[in-house]
């Protein structure tokens, strides 16, 4: 029998999760449709700092302790070329002119933000219209440039720390000589 929905440990688990990470979200600035939007104009980096840092942090741990000999299972999905191109496009167009992501949109509701409801809402109606003509999609699109489950490291030979420790260097450099949000709240 499939249920609807996962048992109760996992859902009050996956709620703690996602009230960290909206509080995160929120304490990292990026919940600001000022702050989101001024990433696109190239005048507040706030965005690029908080995913880069997430990014290399989460790698780096990831990584670090599989080197160590921890059986951390990585669940990669697979690449689809053509699928990816144009979900990419979707979400950028999205974001660009809702001024969130799923998840700051949501992280935005939260924090009082009445605007991000109609672009939920919108997300949701995108994605119920998706799970509809997903065989459809997989049949036409998601099988266009299908590579199946690869990793960059993997493609090019190299450990994956290889390429984390430069990257978290460069970032360390980079990072802090961009333009970030200063105000302590950016919407004002």
């Given at each position: 029998m499939n249920a609807w929905f996962a048992d109760p440990?996992?859902?009050?688990l996956g709620a703690i999760?996602?009230?960290v990470f909206g509080f995160l979200l929120q304490?990292?600035?990026?919940?600001?449709?000022?702050?989101?939007?001024?990433q696109f104009r190239f005048k507040d980096f706030?965005?690029?700092?908080?995913m880069m840092t997430a990014i290399i942090v989460g790698g780096l741990g990831i990584y670090g302790m599989r080197a160590m000999g921890m059986d951390i299972a990585m669940h990669v999905k697979g690449t689809e070329l053509l699928g990816n191109a144009l979900g990419g496009l979707i979400f950028g167009v999205g974001m660009v002119l809702l001024g969130y992501c799923p998840g700051t949109a949501v992280a935005a509701i939260g924090a009082g933000s009445r605007h991000a409801i109609s672009g939920v809402l919108g997300m949701?109606?995108?994605?119920g219209i998706y799970a509809e003509m997903y065989p459809w999609a997989k049949?036409?699109?998601?099988?266009?440039?299908?590579?199946?489950?690869?990793?960059?490291?993997?493609?090019?030979?190299l450990s994956p720390l290889v390429l984390l420790v430069p990257l978290a260097i460069g970032a360390a450099i980079v990072l802090?000589?961009?333009a970030g949000s200063t105000r302590a709240n950016p919407d004002t």
């Open positions: 440990t996992t859902l009050v999760t996602g009230l304490k990292g600035g990026v919940t600001s449709f000022n702050v989101i939007v001024n706030t965005v690029l700092k908080v949701l109606i995108g994605a049949a036409h699109i998601l099988s266009v440039g299908s590579i199946g489950k690869v990793t960059i490291p993997e493609q090019i030979h802090p000589r961009l």
